[in-house]
C-alpha cells in the first residue's frame, strides 16, 4: 500500500512538472521562435517592408486564410462611407440589433469582452453605443457579431468593391464567415435524419460556390431576427471547424503589405477616410508608452484553432514606417499557441532591433 501511495505521489509530481514546464514553454517570450518556423514550415508567410524598401518576402504570394485580418477591408469600407456622408459614425446602435448575428462560443469570448469594455468607459449606455465603437469592437476586439453586422449595414457587395480599388487581385471575395459556422446546423435542419458524418462529408463535397451560397442565405436569416432556427443545432466539432478554417477567404501577405503601406502613408486615402480608419485601427496609440515612441500604429490579427494571421504597421518618432505582415495555417495546438504569445515580441523586434531586421533579410 504503501509502495502504492509513493507511485501515486511520483506520478503526481511528474504531472505537475510536464504542465509547467509546457505551460514555461508556451509563454515564454521568444521572438526567434517565428524566425526559425519561417525557415522550417512552408505552411507559413511574411513579408516586412521598412522605409519603402522590402526586407523579406517569404512565401509572399502564397495563398492563406486570413481568419479575423480580412476585418481591414470590412473597416476601409466603412471609413469611406463615412467619409462619403453615407454612415454617420455617431449613429446609435442597440445591443440588440448586434446580438442578431451573435452566435455563442464561436469567437473567444470577443463580444463579452468588448461590451464590459464599452460598459466600463461609458460607451454603452441604455444598451446602445455608437457606430464607431461597434467597428472599434470589430477591429480591436473582434467581435464577429459586429463585424455581420457592419457587413449588412455596409453592403458585402460595397465591401467587395474595395478589393478591385485597392487592385487586390488575388484576395478572394468577402463573405458572412459568422453565419459559415451554421452552415452545418442548416443542414441538419434540412436533413433531420442525417448522421454527424453525413453532415460533415456533405460539407465537403460542397463547392466554393454552393458553400458560400449558404452563408449569405443564413446571413439573411440572422438580419430577420431568426437566430433561434440554427442555434438549436449549433455545434462545431475539430472536423467541421477545419472545415470552416479551410474555406475562410483568402490572400497573401504580399497583398496585406501593401494595405498596411497604404495605412502607414496617411496619403492613399482621403483626409476623411483617413480619420476614420485611424479611429478604429489604431487603438495601441491609446497606451502612453506607445505614444513615447510611435507617431502612430494599428494591426489587425486573426486566428482558428488551425490559423494564425496578424498585419501591423507604424512610424516610429525618427520617421521610421514600417510594416509587418505574418499568415500560418495547418497548425499544430502547440504550434499556434507559441505563434500567437510571441507575434507582439516578434513585431517590436522587427520595429526595434537593426540586428534582428538583419537576420530576417538571411532568411
Known sequence: MKIAFIIVGVCFVIGIGVIVAARHYLTKEDP???????????????????????????????MFPLASTVKIIIAIEYAKQCDEGKIDPSKKVSLEQLD???????????HETWIDYSKGEGLLREGSTTLENVVKGMILFSSNANTEYMMNLLGIENINKVLIELKMDQHEHLYPISSA??????????????SEKQIENKLREMSNEEYIDHSHRIFTSLT?????????????????QKIWSDRLTKSTTAEYAEIMRKLNSKTYFSIGTQERLDAV??????????????????????????????AAYATDRDGNSTEIVFFANDLEEVERQKILNNLN????????????????EEL
Open 281 to 310: 485601427m489604431e487603438g495601441m496609440m491609446e497606451n502612453p508608452k506607445n505614444q513615447e515612441w510611435l507617431m502612430h500604429a494599428g494591426k489587425k490579427g486573426g486566428s482558428t484553432l488551425f490559423v494564425a494571421t496578424n
Open 345 to 360: 515580441g516578434f513585431n517590436l523586434k522587427i520595429l526595434r532591433d537593426e540586428d534582428f531586421r538583419k537576420k530576417l
Open 100 to 110: 442578431q448575428y451573435y452566435i455563442p462560443n464561436t469567437d473567444g469570448e470577443a
Open 224 to 240: 430577420k431576427g431568426e437566430k433561434h432556427i440554427y442555434i438549436e443545432n449549433s455545434h462545431s466539432d475539430k472536423s467541421l
Open 181 to 194: 459556422m451554421l452552415i452545418p446546423a442548416y443542414l441538419k435542419n434540412e436533413y433531420p435524419a442525417y
Open 32 to 62: 526567434e521562435y517565428l524566425l526559425n518556423y519561417l525557415k522550417k514550415h512552408h505552411n507559413s508567410s511574411l513579408t516586412v517592408s521598412r522605409n519603402g524598401q522590402t526586407v523579406t518576402a517569404i512565401r509572399e504570394n502564397n
